[in-house]
């Protein structure tokens, strides 16, 4: 059983480079955040007619999940403003591992074992270390990749809990995904003037904005079960694992190089998901 958790938190790790290529490709990041609040909109309120409540005790980590991932999603906004996406992508996911590990002892009395205590370390070096090339960092969009990496770890840390007291863990981030992405919505429909503009003029555009919020969906739901069933920080780490895969896709679909230099970040990733799992 905790095999196949694994596996499906690596195909999570997938989905979610999949969707942050949507993200980066889209030629308003803005409009791209908010037409993927739509579908999460839509599963959320369909999936809360069959889903009992979640328990009364996970209502406080349901309200501070939603708050954190808004607050992901406008610092994670505003790193790509100023900043280059090979960048502030690894900034922001390789810090997460190693807080997420810190958070899980203190808030979670998680502890892992020292060799995955290595693996973690390694995942987080390896993931930071795309970060690095040629290329100066934009140092004005390094406080908002650290902010985004803050924000990853909060609500990383708070889902673990949430969902092992919420009694249902689909009923739990249905309620989270359907909190944090109303205000995302009403801002695109306010920004971009209604459904016309947003769905009617332009319907293929329209359908590609969403199925990047579908695809991040099914990535999230995935982690959130893995939570109920492996420690906190093993999860952080195994799904940071999509920087690979999006050096992967950055390579076979947008022509970026794959330089010696990120193929030994690649394999010090792989080495730590390995001593994870040891």
């Given at each position: 059983?905790?095999?196949?958790?694994?596996?499906?938190?690596?195909?999570?790790?997938?989905?979610?480079?999949?969707?942050?290529?949507?993200?980066h490709?889209?030629?308003?990041r803005?409009?791209?955040?908010?037409?993927?609040?739509?579908p999460?909109?839509?599963?959320?309120?369909?999936?809360l007619?069959?889903?009992?409540?979640p328990?009364?005790a996970s209502?406080?980590?349901?309200?501070?999940?939603?708050?954190?991932?808004l607050g992901?999603?406008?610092?994670?906004?505003a790193?790509?403003?100023?900043?280059?996406?090979?960048?502030?992508?690894?900034?922001?996911?390789g810090?997460?591992p190693?807080?997420?590990?810190?958070?899980?002892?203190?808030?979670?009395?998680?502890a892992?074992?020292?060799l995955?205590?290595?693996?973690?370390?390694?995942?987080?070096?390896?993931i930071?270390?795309?970060?690095?090339?040629?290329?100066?960092?934009?140092?004005?969009?390094?406080?908002?990749a650290?902010?985004?990496?803050?924000?990853?770890?909060?609500?990383?840390?708070?889902?673990?809990?949430?969902?092992?007291?919420?009694?249902?863990?689909?009923?739990?981030?249905a309620?989270?995904y359907?909190?944090?992405?109303?205000?995302?919505?009403?801002?695109?429909?306010?920004?971009?003037?209604?459904a016309?503009?947003?769905?009617?003029?332009?319907?293929r555009?329209?359908?590609?904005?969403m199925?990047?919020?579908?695809?991040?969906?099914v990535?999230?739901g995935?982690?959130?079960?893995?939570?109920?069933?492996?420690?906190i920080?093993?999860?952080?780490?195994?799904?940071?694992?999509?920087?690979?895969?999006?050096?992967?896709?950055?390579?076979?679909?947008?022509?970026?190089?794959?330089?010696a230099r990120?193929v030994?970040?690649?394999v010090?990733?792989?080495?730590?998901?390995?001593?994870?799992?040891?």
């Amino acid at each position: 059983m905790e095999t196949v958790i694994v596996l499906l938190v690596l195909f999570s790790a997938l989905l979610h480079a999949t969707w942050n290529a949507f993200l980066h490709t889209s030629g308003d990041r803005i409009w791209q955040l908010g037409m993927m609040s739509f579908p999460y909109l839509a599963v959320s309120a369909a999936a809360l007619v069959f889903l009992p409540a979640p328990a009364a005790a996970s209502w406080p980590y349901i309200a501070a999940s939603a708050a954190l991932q808004l607050g992901y999603c406008v610092a994670l906004a505003a790193a790509y403003r100023t900043g280059d996406f090979g960048q502030i992508y690894p900034i922001a996911r390789g810090l997460s591992p190693l807080l997420v590990c810190v958070g899980a002892l203190v808030f979670a009395g998680e502890a892992l074992r020292p060799l995955a205590l290595a693996g973690v370390a390694l995942v987080s070096l390896g993931i930071v270390s795309l970060a690095f090339n040629r290329r100066r960092l934009a140092a004005e969009s390094v406080p908002a990749a650290l902010l985004t990496g803050a924000f990853i770890s909060a609500y990383t840390i708070v889902d673990g809990i949430g969902v092992r007291v919420a009694g249902n863990g689909f009923s739990y981030i249905a309620w989270v995904y359907l909190i944090f992405n109303v205000p995302l919505a009403a801002m695109v429909w306010r920004r971009y003037g209604g459904a016309r503009r947003l769905f009617l003029d332009e319907p293929r555009r329209a359908l590609h904005g969403m199925a990047g919020g579908a695809i991040a969906l099914v990535a999230y739901g995935i982690v959130i079960q893995a939570f109920r069933y492996l420690p906190i920080a093993m999860v952080s780490a195994l799904r940071e694992m999509s920087s690979i895969f999006a050096v992967l896709i950055g390579w076979m679909f947008m022509r970026e190089r794959l330089t010696a230099r990120r193929v030994l970040a690649c394999v010090m990733v792989s080495a730590g998901a390995i001593l994870i799992r040891v």
